[in-house]
């Protein structure tokens, strides 16, 4: 199991929420809803995400951007320019989440280093700040709500998941947002960078167009089909990142280096084998320190530590699932519960039973 291949049994829709938007132009939304990830679909124009440092990202109609949260942003179809060029491309932030989810966080790639997918340029001067005041708030759950705290939800309810103030209106964009992701879930979102940009024409598969009519229509099993939807369509957009990642970003693709492409997928499909350097690069056909020079420059941390961060990870998601201690230890690797009961408080700062228990 790679990175991307982990939101299968990390984020996952759950009855999702998912909407299909139509406003008025001139229109600005406050996003406050916390979500772990969220998904947007420019349909009707361009769509603008702002940020309370002043980043920004534009999305143009056709694109999907993934948002990584829970910080708070705006989205508007007032688009902001500076000096003739779009000011977006939030890949080079720098509020990274915290890296103490790896085995050594001094080892551990900073976001700043992935890189976004998106055709648009990068641009150095802060926007103009928007003077308007935002149509509605949108807290957790999708509950929304006036700038002074008054609901909004059945005010700007279009129907069966639309909203909107333009109700013959076409869509502005269509939404839809993940709430939290579980602990395998929780390496991947360490990785992405605040903001990624694809082309829907990216995909392999037409998620974007299927979801949209989804939206549009009221039938059988629907709250279903539109999670699975939604997890296609954020597999597509993270698979076409990863694709495209630099080498030493850490996303866990190791570029087109078919040795870390191997030396990864004995690591993430075996991780409850005794690996060492030395057993790694033997099943690989290079030498110990060839291994270790290609992995970490295309990894971006040697591949014990890679595997330390990797086995917690799925240890965590293990117990959270229920598994007991034993089971969880003799499934990614470790000699007894003890040991990694010691090795998790090492990368956790807590202990299994604690996380457990944290968890609810």
């Given amino acids: ?34 979500a772990a990830l969220c998904l947007l679909i420019a ?78 340029p990068a641009g150095t001067q802060p926007p103009t700040p928007a003077t308007s005041e935002p ?8 509950r929304c709500r006036t700038p002074n705290g008054e609901p909004l939800h059945n005010r700007l309810s279009l129907g069966i998941r639309s909203w909107g103030d333009d109700p013959s209106g076409e869509t502005s964009f269509v939404t839809a947002s993940y709430a939290s992701g579980n602990e395998v879930g929780e390496r991947l979102l360490a990785a992405l960078p605040r903001v990624l940009v694809v082309p829907a024409d990216d995909l392999d598969w037409p ?24 997890d296609l369509l954020l597999l597509g957009v993270l698979r076409s990142w990863q694709e495209r990642a630099e080498p030493g970003t850490g996303v866990g693709i190791g570029g087109q280096d078919e040795l870390i492409r191997r030396a990864l997928a004995a690591l993430q499909h075996n991780p409850a084998e005794p690996w060492t350097v030395a057993s790694l690069a033997r099943f690989c056909g290079v030498s110990r320190a060839v291994l270790a020079r290609r992995f970490t420059d295309a990894v971006g941390e040697s591949p014990m530590a890679y595997l330390a961060g990797w086995r917690i990870q799925l240890a965590a998601d293990l117990l959270l699932d229920g598994a007991t201690l034993e089971r969880a230890a003799r499934a990614v690797g470790y000699a007894s519960p003890f040991a990694l009961s010691a090795a998790f408080k090492r990368v956790k700062g807590v202990s299994p039973q604690q996380f457990r228990s944290r968890a609810g």
Avoid: H, N
């Fill in 1 to 34: 199991m790679d990175l991307v291949g982990s939101v299968v049994s990390g984020p996952r829709a759950q009855r999702a929420f998912a909407l299909r938007v139509a406003l008025r132009p001139g229109w600005r939304l406050c996003i406050e809803d916390e």
């Fill in 43 to 120: 349909v009707g124009s361009a769509l603008q995400l702002r940020w309370a440092d002043g980043r920004t990202a534009r999305i143009e109609p056709g694109q999907i951007a993934l948002v990584r949260g829970p910080d708070p942003y705006d989205v508007t179809d007032v688009i902001d320019r500076a000096d003739g060029t779009d000011v977006i491309d939030a890949a080079d932030d720098t509020d990274t989440p915290d890296a103490t989810d790896t085995p050594d966080a001094t080892d551990t790639p900073d976001a700043t280093d992935a890189a976004a997918v998106s055709d648009v």
């Fill in 135 to 142: 149509l509605a708030v949108i807290g957790p759950d999708g």
């Fill in 207 to 230: 998620v974007a167009e299927l979801l949209k009519a989804e939206l549009g229509s009221e039938r059988a099993a629907q709250d279903a089909v539109i999670d699975r939807l939604l």
